[in-house]
């Protein structure tokens, strides 16, 4: 027979304390760092769900392979070893390293963009969106309209909308489209897949009109999981290889390391076309490193190798799903209104939905970061009108389509106790949410204004 509980499929090795503070001192913590929990220091954060980017837990073979890694400044052993499982995975001949994700969007969109160019993408990342911008480029999503309703329950809410997508490279003229953007799974549309389907359908689009498709790819085998369970047609592949299905309809990927290579530190730029790649390496030259290491160790490279692998093993796979999953499941059951269904990597509560008594431009998504902090000491982002909001010319607010708070979740780092804690606190905060207040920006600066705002509580 087989078992409910799904163990953690690893013994943990080295711990990491956590400090225990109380709910009068977390409320010094948060006046102090201006209601914005990017500010506040780690060491007063009990459960730590800000990102999954760069807080996995490394396996014992990943800390071996970092006592193994060949610091050499060129043709370093730990490269040559990186470079051979990213090209295995991703069928692209050149592999570029870079210190991380945005680091290789940088180079590949400031190269591909600038002004009169646009990107189309299921959703733009935030430094997606960013280095696009800076570039003088635009930058639009065109997510499917199933992913527009937060409690909408649907496979693969992060497909892209293939109609749009050719509609508007007729309107932009393929010659002005820099690339489409394929993300996996969705970040900013609530960690949600995208479809093998849809990835050939947009392929498929992309090749007859003859514009660029790049990978998102740092979440590509938590993406892989979902298709195997989802789409029925690929249900025989592993998990690799519907992976390297993906990479095959593409030409080029960009990967935050940080996220399912399993490591803390790291990324890559991965291409197909020789002359493109040639362009792209002299800038990582010049910005990043030499070619061999980019901005990382040989130890930082080492462990991505490793990490890479491991991330496809379906006992792994299975327990991170899952686990995310059985966070999400418990609190619906409670009745925190959710993106449904549950995302890979993150659970996205729609605060909008939560806190009906809060008008939009007093940022709905602010009170739940806070009040997750002031109440559990638990940290999450705001993934609503703080970071993707913008003004018109009368300086009022455009709110951000939907305001979700996202929770996610470290890979190997939180065991069952850390998320039952979690449901415990979100049964407190819908006890006490009609007394949560708005807020609203007494300091912000001019690009991805959510790291660094200060807000004050409307009273
Ligand atoms: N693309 C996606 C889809 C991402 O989620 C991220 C980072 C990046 C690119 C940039 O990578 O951080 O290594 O430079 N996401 C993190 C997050 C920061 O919290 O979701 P990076």
């Excluded at 409320?27 to 102090?32: D, E, I, S, T």
């Excluded at 220091?41 to 800000?50: E, G, P």
């Excluded at 462990?303 to 899952?322: M, S, T």
């Excluded at 007394?435 to 007494?442: C, E, L």
């Amino acid at each position: 027979m087989s078992f409910k509980t799904i163990i953690e499929p690893f013994k943990i090795k080295s711990v990491e304390p956590i400090k225990v503070t109380t709910e009068v001192e977390r409320k010094n913590y948060l006046v102090n760092a201006f209601f914005n929990p990017f500010l506040l220091q780690a060491d007063h954060v009990m459960i730590d769900f800000l990102t999954d980017s760069g807080t996995s837990a490394m396996s014992a073979a990943q800390w071996a392979g970092v006592m193994l890694g060949d610091e050499a400044y060129a043709g370093s052993r730990s490269w040559l070893h990186m470079e051979r499982v990213v090209k295995a995975l991703t069928h692209c001949e050149y592999i570029l390293p870079t210190h991380q994700g945005r680091a290789a969007e940088r180079i590949l969109y400031s190269h591909l963009g600038g002004k009169g160019k646009t990107f189309i993408s299921n959703t733009h990342f935030d430094t997606t969106r960013a280095n696009i911008e800076f570039s003088g480029a635009e930058a639009i999503d065109i997510p499917i309209k199933e992913s527009k309703i937060p409690s909408f329950d649907y496979p693969f809410k992060g497909n892209l909308d293939v109609e749009k997508l050719e509609k508007l490279i007729v309107e932009q003229g393929a010659k002005n489209v820099a690339a489409v953007i394929l993300t996996v799974t969705n970040n900013s549309g609530g960690g949600q897949p995208v479809s093998l389907a849809n990835a050939k359908a947009v392929s498929a689009i992309c090749r007859k009109h003859r514009v660029l498709l790049i990978l998102d790819c740092c979440r590509v085998a938590e993406n892989a999981y979902f298709i195997k369970h989802r789409e029925e047609e690929f249900s025989k592949l592993s998990y690799y290889e519907i992976a390297q299905e993906m990479f095959k309809l593409c030409d080029g990927a960009v990967m935050s390391a940080k996220k399912d290579a399993l490591v803390n530190m790291g990324g890559f730029l991965a291409l197909k076309d020789k002359t493109l790649a040639d362009a792209c390496k002299s800038l990582l030259i010049i910005t990043e490193g030499f070619a061999t290491y980019g901005g990382l160790s040989g130890r930082d490279m080492e462990a991505i190798a490793i990490g890479l692998q491991e991330v496809f093993e379906p006992d792994y796979l299975k327990y991170r799903i899952r686990s995310v999953t059985y966070l999400g499941e418990k609190m619906h059951q409670l009745g925190v209104p959710l993106m449904l269904p549950i995302g890979g990597h993150a659970v996205y509560v729609d605060a909008r939905a939560m806190y009906p008594h809060i008008p939009v431009e007093e940022y709905p998504g602010q009170t739940l970061v806070c009040d997750l902090y002031h109440y559990g000491g638990i940290r999450a982002v705001e993934v609503g009108s703080v970071m993707f909001g913008k003004y018109d010319d009368d300086k009022k607010l455009i709110p951000a389509p939907n305001d979700l708070v996202r929770l996610a979740i470290p890979r190997r780092v939180y065991t069952q106790s850390h998320i039952e804690y979690v449901i415990e606190v979100f049964q407190k905060i819908l006890n006490e949410k009609e007394k949560s207040k708005g807020f609203y920006i007494i300091e912000e600066p001019l690009f991805l204004r959510h790291f660094t705002a200060k807000f004050e509580r409307v009273e």
